[in-house]
């Protein structure tokens, strides 16, 4: 529906929507699905996110255009949405906006949860989503080359399946030598983010943040200027 857009920002933000759209009708109502920047108490900031789950206890600065500040310990997870990866270039670009999110860092490692504990407290969930491009065993070539903490957990291709990290969390061996794994079918793995995110998103978490500390950042910038 959107290849008939033809322009490539304006087909792009469609498809974005359409992904929101979709976890917004899918997902719990205990999560929101948000666009922005995520932020921690020391003044990092991660690059600019195209779509956020964040935990609706926490807050968030809103700004125009549904671009957010947003809290590193209310982030549940972070998507990259392209319309299409065929090299390797895209693929560093997407590791170094992973890496921006996981260097950042919380006040505090408590928290608080009820339901499925399936996923651990305090990691960010990251994704890419795609409509399409290269062939899954060349993508995992690709995503073996990005250090971490920029490669992804998850890597989607809407029409040709799923990598998943190799880890147990995934139902994988965690084989160092065999960074990814592959679901070589769009259904079965569209079945399976799904089922993922539910569990991600169905627990209830409260974290733990030390709010003294983002509030003496806040004071700090403002006596500077």
């Given amino acids: 529906m959107t290849s008939v857009l033809g322009h490539a920002a304006?087909?792009?933000a469609a498809r974005e929507k359409l992904i929101i759209d979709f976890l917004i009708d899918h997902l719990?109502?205990?999560t929101s699905v948000v666009s922005g920047v995520i932020v921690d108490a020391k003044g990092n900031r991660s690059k600019q996110q195209d779509i956020v789950l964040m935990q609706k206890a926490?807050?968030?600065l809103r700004f125009a255009s549904?671009?957010?500040l947003i809290f590193q310990e209310g982030t549940i997870a972070t998507f990259e949405i392209k319309t299409a990866i065929r090299g390797r270039k895209l693929i560093r670009e997407i590791g170094d906006n992973i890496r921006?999110?996981?260097l950042l860092s919380s006040?505090?490692?408590g928290a608080t949860r009820l339901g499925d504990l399936?996923?651990?407290?305090?990691?960010i969930m990251t994704a890419v989503l795609t409509y399409g491009g290269a062939r899954l065993p060349e993508i995992a070539t690709f995503l073996?080359?990005?250090a971490d903490p920029g490669k992804p957990d998850i890597y989607f291709d809407l029409s040709k399946g799923m990598l998943l990290r190799n880890e147990l969390l995934f139902g994988g061996t965690n084989d160092a030598a065999q960074p990814y794994f592959a679901i070589d079918s769009a259904a079965r793995a569209l079945a399976r983010f799904v089922t993922m995110l539910a569990r991600l998103t169905a627990s209830v978490q409260i974290s733990d943040v030390k709010w003294d500390e983002y509030i003496g950042k806040a004071e700090g910038l403002l006596s500077a200027t």
């Avoid at 399936?118 to 990691?123: A, D, E, S, V």
């Fill in 100 to 102: 921006s999110v996981k």
């Fill in 107 to 109: 006040t505090s490692k």
């Fill in 10 to 12: 304006t087909a792009g």
């Fill in 118 to 123: 399936w996923w651990p407290p305090n990691r």
């Fill in 58 to 60: 926490m807050p968030r």
């Fill in 144 to 146: 073996e080359e990005i």
């Fill in 28 to 30: 719990p109502e205990m």
């Fill in 66 to 68: 549904d671009h957010d």
